[in-house]
């Protein structure tokens, strides 16, 4: 069982249901502003090569614990909420995309630094060859 980052959780569900956002069609229950978005845990843990259990368990227990706030009038916004409305195991699709890109603005930095150090260290030995060679 593969142990996915919460970069590729939230990467995989974007994929998986950005066509689906913004939400119900016309006529049902929850309109196009709701936030949340109905996700299959099944399916997801299916394609990211994990338990349904152990994506779950990330989705609540971390993800949600991380990214839940309180707004000024003392109302929960959720990141994971087990149920909204009828629907179950929904996400909160819009403040999913604002993560998952301050994730991959992450990525590219570390990237980036990793690039830098990796050409330092080239030079250096670059330059302690050279050394070596001129000293003969």
């Given at each position: 069982?593969?142990?996915?980052?919460?970069?590729?959780?939230?990467?995989?569900?974007?994929?998986?249901?950005?066509?689906?956002?913004?939400?119900?069609?016309?006529?049902?229950?929850?309109?196009?502003?709701?936030?949340y978005?109905?996700?299959?845990?099944?399916?997801?843990?299916?394609?990211?090569g994990?338990?349904?259990?152990?994506?779950?368990?990330?989705?609540?227990?971390?993800?949600?614990?991380?990214?839940?706030?309180?707004?000024?009038?003392?109302?929960?916004?959720?990141?994971?909420?087990?149920?909204?409305?009828?629907?179950?195991?929904?996400?909160?699709?819009p403040?999913?995309?604002?993560?998952?890109?301050?994730?991959?603005?992450?990525?590219?930095?570390?990237?980036?630094?990793?690039?830098?150090?990796?050409?330092?260290?080239?030079?250096?030995?670059?330059?302690?060859?050279?050394?070596?060679?001129?000293?003969?």
């Open positions: 069982m593969s142990l996915p980052t919460d970069r590729k959780i939230l990467r995989c569900i974007f994929k998986m249901y950005e066509s689906s956002y913004p939400g119900k069609e016309p006529g049902e229950t929850s309109g196009k502003n709701d936030p978005l109905p996700i299959k845990v099944n399916e997801v843990a299916t394609r990211l994990c338990s349904p259990e152990m994506l779950f368990g990330r989705l609540y227990y971390h993800l949600n614990a991380k990214y839940h706030y309180t707004q000024d009038n003392d109302a929960q916004v959720n990141f994971f909420s087990l149920k909204v409305g009828s629907e179950m195991h929904c996400v909160n699709f403040y999913l995309a604002a993560v998952l890109a301050e994730k991959d603005e992450e990525h590219k930095r570390q990237l980036w630094s990793l690039g830098v150090a990796i050409a330092a260290l080239v030079l250096s030995v670059a330059s302690i060859i050279a050394q070596v060679i001129s000293a003969k």
